[in-house]
């Protein structure tokens, strides 16, 4: 029986318990083609924010804390700070017997918004020093290839900060893109490190011409990339998982 280990596909709403005699199943056909690893779900952004310290992939400060007076300190210091999920900003709530999704996108943290809160302590949280940028860059990698497009977000105010506060009514004007090679390199470089052969990039060029790494997930969306672009991403995927046969 020739399957193709497509682990990173196998949907979410899957019960944990059932799914895993075909997890296990997937995780012995390794010599097959396949697209990460139902454990690569796992792996976290602070972890991403620590390897790129060690390839020279320029990330936004970021703050960990639950101390309102440390985030004071950093809003002093940089002057508008994000914050965002420190994982998965997607989260699967039951209430009475109903599936409830929720998600969570960057919000922006400034001095006036800090005076509001009265609690000296909070729940850890991630923090990040807004980047300021000329537009965002989506990236699908899979084994070294990178299909990727430039999503002009900034002249929105609904998507300013993160574009997946979508404008139905004035969607983001979006480009097929081309990534320095040095760039590339570097994101070669992390997602070996990471022991990932696919995932999605989520990138911003600056204003001042830097490009600067947010994030990779092993799960990334591709279809909306594949769609605008004309990238093909679907053919890319399927003879990766074939052989090209």
Not at 95 to 120: A, W
Request: proline share 4%.
């Amino acid at each position: 029986m020739n399957i193709p280990n497509t682990n990173s596909f196998i949907s979410e709403s899957i019960d944990e318990n059932n799914s895993k005699p075909i997890v296990d199943f997937l995780n012995l056909k390794l010599n097959k083609p396949q697209i990460n690893k139902f454990s690569d779900n796992n792996i976290g952004k602070l972890h991403q924010l620590e390897l790129c310290k060690l390839i020279n992939l320029k990330f936004p400060e970021t703050l960990i804390t639950t101390s309102l007076a440390d985030l004071k300190k950093f809003v002093t210091v940089h002057k508008i700070v994000i914050t965002k999920p420190i994982e998965n900003p997607f989260s699967k709530h039951i209430v009475n017997g109903k599936d409830l999704h929720f998600f969570t996108s960057s919000k922006l943290i400034t001095s006036n918004i800090l005076k509001k809160y009265t609690s000296d302590r909070f729940q850890a949280s991630l923090f990040q020093k807004y980047t300021e940028k000329k537009f965002e860059i989506r990236s699908f990698y899979l084994n070294e290839t990178f299909k990727s497009m430039a999503i002009f977000s900034q002249q929105n105010e609904k998507t300013k900060i993160d574009y997946r506060n979508y404008d139905r009514e004035r969607p983001n004007r979006i480009v097929p893109f081309l990534l320095p090679k040095s760039i590339e390199k570097k994101l070669i470089k992390l997602m070996k490190l990471l022991g990932l052969n696919c995932g999605s990039f989520d990138l911003i060029y600056s204003v001042n011409d830097e490009y600067v790494f947010l994030e990779v997930n092993p799960i990334g969306q591709f279809q909306w990339l594949s769609r605008n672009c004309n990238h093909n991403i679907e053919r890319l995927i399927a003879e990766t998982l074939t052989n090209g046969e």
